[in-house]
């Protein structure tokens, strides 16, 4: 039943994604334009400067993140959709779990195009540690979709929601990028350095092990009017 | 908690008048001297401002969970006095940090953490304000997330490296590392908690008028 509805969930913004392409289009163009502007002030002459590809990398996802999110619930809002879903007789976590997983699809596909990009116009030797860096990725898109999920969900009953997303979002994600950031950067040298690689990991567990709890956890009292 | 405010004014009044006289008397640490001295104003500001998070957090899931609007109360002062609290630290920490690092600030795990907490805060205040109706919870969930950040802040200086002290510096203070200085920090925590204390009664106070205030409107106008 859980899990089911959960993949209901996600089947269905899959579907609307599908055919009308909004949020993916918009997302994935705002995701380039954001690096083409990194890129611009940060490239000179060829070079850029060092370890500024995994800081891109990651502000480009946090940024577009957001925008997706944003994008996502103000579609629920319109014909009051999400609390047609509420309505429904299904566990409220599942709801939730359903609507992540959307997300997650969303910036995973962002990611496919923002690794390369970044590792063209920045030089930088992402895929040196494929499965390292492919972990990292996982690791830190869980933690932000999470907390993201849950506070863009929350907000679409607020007014001024598009100014409050960030404001609650980026304090609270920032450890999650801050680990990103740092596991990217140790993978980047000449040696990849995977210790220092893997310890960021482990942290990014635990904070995504911390945040789906606490989503999980307050979903139900906080969508309940 | 109303009867006892006053005389628990007086108590910490006292402790704030004598703490001073205290602090100068305390004896100087061997290499950092005199700015050593600012630690008895940066950990207790420290400790009020987590005893300012305990009582936010809980008191927000008691609200998010059983729709009490008193916890709802509690949560919106001690969040105010976290932010408080919060910013005397750090703004005490980099005057030490100046003479002792030789810089203001230092990108460290416990600075870094120590200031997305008090972010975290200010955006809890920042939705209570902007959030418009129905903003109480979307905060109650906020001020979670903030306190589920607090024991990882405090912890942050035993896992990584850092240039600020280890948590092991405060019980040794307390027990009197050097000869002379327990009586002195320990006066100057109990004050600001007890300074916490008398805030929080405040506010709620206050809070409670306003909630008084709010309900005696609308039967006006039924």
């Given at each position: 039943?859980?899990?089911?509805?959960?993949?209901?969930?996600?089947?269905?913004?899959?579907?609307?994604?599908?055919?009308?392409?909004?949020?993916?289009?918009?997302?994935?163009?705002?995701?380039?334009?954001?690096?083409?502007?990194?890129?611009?002030?940060?490239?000179?002459?060829?070079?850029?400067?060092?370890?500024?590809?995994?800081?891109?990398?990651?502000?480009?996802?946090?940024?577009?993140?957001?925008?997706?999110?944003?994008?996502?619930?103000?579609?629920?809002?319109?014909?009051?959709?999400?609390?047609?879903?509420?309505?429904?007789?299904?566990?409220?976590?599942?709801?939730?779990?359903?609507?992540?997983?959307?997300?997650?699809?969303?910036?995973?596909?962002?990611?496919?195009?923002?690794?390369?990009?970044?590792?063209?116009?920045?030089?930088?030797?992402?895929?040196?540690?494929?499965?390292?860096?492919?972990?990292?990725?996982?690791?830190?898109?869980?933690?932000?979709?999470?907390?993201?999920?849950?506070?863009?969900?929350?907000?679409?009953?607020?007014?001024?929601?598009?100014?409050?997303?960030?404001?609650?979002?980026?304090?609270?994600?920032?450890?999650?990028?801050?680990?990103?950031?740092?596991?990217?950067?140790?993978?980047?040298?000449?040696?990849?350095?995977?210790?220092?690689?893997?310890?960021?990991?482990?942290?990014?567990?635990?904070?995504?092990?911390?945040?789906?709890?606490?989503?999980?956890?307050?979903?139900?009292?906080?969508?309940?009017? | 908690?109303?009867?006892?405010?006053?005389?628990?004014?007086?108590?910490?009044?006292?402790?704030?008048?004598?703490?001073?006289?205290?602090?100068?008397?305390?004896?100087?640490?061997?290499?950092?001297?005199?700015?050593?001295?600012?630690?008895?104003?940066?950990?207790?500001?420290w400790m009020a401002m987590y005893?300012?998070?305990?009582?936010?957090?809980?008191?927000?899931?008691?609200?998010?969970?059983?729709?009490?609007?008193?916890?709802?109360?509690?949560?919106?002062?001690?969040?105010?006095?976290?932010?408080?609290?919060?910013?005397?630290?750090?703004?005490?920490?980099?005057?030490?940090?100046?003479?002792?690092?030789?810089?203001?600030?230092?990108?460290?795990?416990?600075?870094?953490?120590?200031?997305?907490?008090e972010m975290i805060f200010v955006?809890?205040?920042?939705?209570?304000?902007?959030?418009?109706?129905?903003?109480?919870?979307?905060?109650?969930?906020?001020?979670?997330?903030?306190?589920?950040?607090?024991?990882?802040?405090?912890?942050?200086?035993?896992?990584?490296?850092?240039?600020?002290?280890?948590?092991?510096?405060?019980?040794?203070?307390?027990?009197?590392?050097?000869?002379?200085?327990?009586?002195?920090?320990?006066?100057?925590?109990?004050?600001?908690?007890?300074?916490?204390?008398?805030?929080?009664?405040?506010?709620?106070?206050?809070?409670?008028?306003?909630?008084?205030?709010?309900?005696?409107?609308?039967?006006?106008?039924?």
């Open positions: 039943m859980f899990m089911r509805t959960a993949w209901l969930v996600l089947r269905k913004d899959v579907a609307i994604e599908a055919r009308s392409w909004e949020v993916l289009t918009t997302t994935l163009f705002f995701a380039a334009a954001c690096v083409l502007v990194f890129a611009f002030a940060l490239v000179k002459e060829g070079q850029a400067v060092a370890d500024a590809a995994a800081g891109i990398l990651w502000i480009a996802i946090a940024f577009s993140g957001t925008l997706a999110l944003g994008r996502t619930f103000e579609r629920e809002r319109y014909s009051e959709t999400l609390r047609a879903l509420l309505l429904a007789p299904a566990p409220r976590p599942a709801l939730y779990l359903g609507k992540l997983l959307g997300m997650l699809v969303l910036l995973a596909t962002a990611e496919a195009l923002l690794v390369p990009m970044v590792a063209l116009l920045f030089q930088a030797a992402l895929f040196s540690r494929p499965l390292l860096m492919a972990g990292l990725l996982a690791g830190g898109t869980i933690g932000f979709a999470a907390v993201g999920t849950l506070f863009a969900a929350m907000l679409v009953r607020a007014r001024s929601r598009d100014v409050l997303l960030p404001i609650l979002l980026y304090p609270i994600t920032i450890p999650v990028i801050i680990a990103g950031v740092r596991g990217t950067v140790a993978l980047l040298g000449e040696t990849p350095d995977e210790a220092t690689a893997t310890m960021w990991l482990g942290i990014l567990a635990a904070f995504d092990v911390v945040f789906v709890t606490l989503a999980l956890w307050t979903f139900e009292p906080l969508m309940t009017e | 908690m109303r009867k006892t405010l006053g005389p628990l004014v007086v108590v910490v009044g006292i402790m704030f008048v004598a703490a001073p006289f205290l602090i100068a008397q305390a004896p100087y640490e061997s290499t950092m001297g005199l700015i050593q001295k600012i630690f008895y104003f940066h950990v207790p500001s005893a300012a998070i305990t009582v936010c957090g809980v008191s927000s899931a008691i609200y998010l969970f059983r729709s009490r609007a008193a916890a709802d109360r509690y949560a919106v002062s001690a969040g105010e006095l976290a932010v408080l609290f919060g910013l005397m630290g750090l703004i005490t920490g980099p005057l030490w940090g100046r003479k002792a690092w030789g810089v203001w600030w230092q990108w460290d795990a416990r600075l870094t953490s120590a200031l997305l907490m955006a809890y205040l920042l939705v209570r304000k902007f959030g418009g109706p129905g903003s109480e919870k979307l905060a109650a969930a906020t001020a979670l997330f903030g306190t589920a950040t607090a024991p990882f802040v405090y912890k942050s200086v035993d896992i990584w490296r850092t240039v600020h002290p280890k948590t092991s510096v405060v019980p040794l203070l307390a027990a009197g590392s050097m000869p002379g200085s327990g009586m002195p920090f320990a006066l100057s925590s109990i004050a600001f908690v007890l300074l916490f204390v008398v805030l929080l009664t405040l506010r709620v106070n206050l809070a409670e008028r306003q909630a008084a205030l709010d309900e005696m409107y609308l039967a006006l106008e039924d």
